[in-house]
């Protein structure tokens, strides 16, 4: 009985370090194919094509009816975002937080189906515009009963779901990363990507420097892929096992440079993507009063709030939310912050470019 219980033992181990990539599930859908769309001559042309890009993010925390079962802490999520910061600086993309929003319904807490219709669109209108909405469940699944760890709703997107349980490490920038434009490095709509890499424009995730991959097996504790499938030119596939946008969880930590210049290709082409990152180096804000509703403002590198020779108050009374980000804020003299029910938060984002 000893023996056979070390076999079971030795049998979970291997198990755990060869783990097949598909149990990770994203689920996240490939068509229509928008690249087709994108002059790539044109989009790179454009006035300011290769600063740095500063992304709005929201936070949508998922509860229960009667507001129990929150999917996520606020320091939770601030947390993952400073992990979401340090995967994507490299490429000098950065996200801003410009606020946490609560959302009181048991369905889309604990049995979200992404697939569904009416969880969809009992969802989505709570996005806000000009911002990637980051939807946080208990449970996440599809119309198949899978479970899933996170999914874009469509590739480019503004809003996305996670499942806060599942969340491995690198799952997050993953899903962020087909908002921004990117597929998986598998990606098999377009046609099997050959390891020599000679249809790589058109085929896998149309970018050629990320090695064609076959989703296969791989050590998760060092990181090493263990397939032995080939491709129609049999050779041996050899995929980058860290890349952000593939399914080798608990090793994703990086993007290539083709996939940095994908996301800029996306936000200089899509007006709904491009609406989400701050445009605007400086802004002022004078003296505002909020009742109702969410209020931001941002900036890039610098907001100032008040209003010059005035008293700079900013008051949000009832269920009022003013949140304002920036590199670096400035509070001209006489600002007072005033919430009686609401809040009014001002926070700085890490990103040095």
């Known amino acids: 009985m000893k023996f056979i219980k ?20 994203c689920d996240t859908p490939t068509s229509p194919d928008f690249l087709k769309s994108i002059k790539l001559d044109s989009v790179r042309s454009i006035a300011g094509y290769a600063t740095a890009k500063t992304v709005r993010v929201v936070f949508h925390i998922l509860r229960n009816d009667d507001g129990s079962n929150a999917a996520a802490t606020e320091a939770y999520l601030e947390a993952e975002l400073v992990k979401i910061r340090n995967e994507y600086q490299p490429w000098d993309i950065c996200f801003a937080l410009i606020g946490f929003d ?16 009416a969880h969809t669109d009992a969802l989505f209108p709570n996005d806000w515009e000009n911002a990637l909405n980051i939807y946080c469940h208990k449970e996440l699944r599809n119309n198949n009963g899978t479970g899933l760890i996170g999914t874009a709703y469509a590739i ?22 087909h ?26 995730d149309k970018i050629c420097d990320t090695p064609a991959d076959p ?47 994908r996301i800029y290709d996306t936000i200089a082409s899509n007006s709904t993507v491009s609406n989400m990152t701050m445009q605007t180096n400086t802004v002022s804000i004078f003296n505002k009063s909020f ?4 209020f931001w403002g941002t900036a890039r590198n610098n907001l100032y709030v008040g209003n010059i020779g005035g008293a700079g108050n900013v008051v949000a009374t009832s269920s009022a939310n003013v949140y304002y980000t920036s590199q670096t804020i400035s509070l001209k003299p006489g600002f007072r912050a005033a919430p009686t029910s609401g809040r009014i938060r001002v926070v700085t984002y890490g990103c040095q470019f």
């Open 156 to 177: 480019p997107s503004t809003h996305l779901s996670i499942d806060i349980p599942e969340n491995f490490n690198g799952v997050l920038s993953h899903e962020i990363g």
């Open 291 to 294: 009742t109702s509703g969410n």
């Open 215 to 261: 989703n296969g097996t791989f050590n998760n504790t060092t990181c090493v892929f263990t397939g032995t499938t080939r491709d129609a030119n049999n050779q041996l596939y050899t995929p980058l096992v860290n890349n952000l946008m593939s399914y080798y969880f608990n090793c994703m930590t990086n993007f290539t440079a083709g996939q940095r210049t």
């Open 179 to 204: 908002c921004l434009g990117l597929y998986h490095t598998f990606e098999t709509a377009f046609g099997n990507e050959l390891v020599n890499g000679s249809n790589c424009s058109s085929s896998g």
């Open 102 to 117: 609560y959302i009181n319904n048991t369905t889309l807490n604990s049995a979200m189906n992404s697939n569904t219709s």
């Open 6 to 25: 070390i076999l079971l033992c030795i049998f979970s181990i291997f198990s755990l370090n060869h783990a097949k990539a598909q149990t990770l599930n």
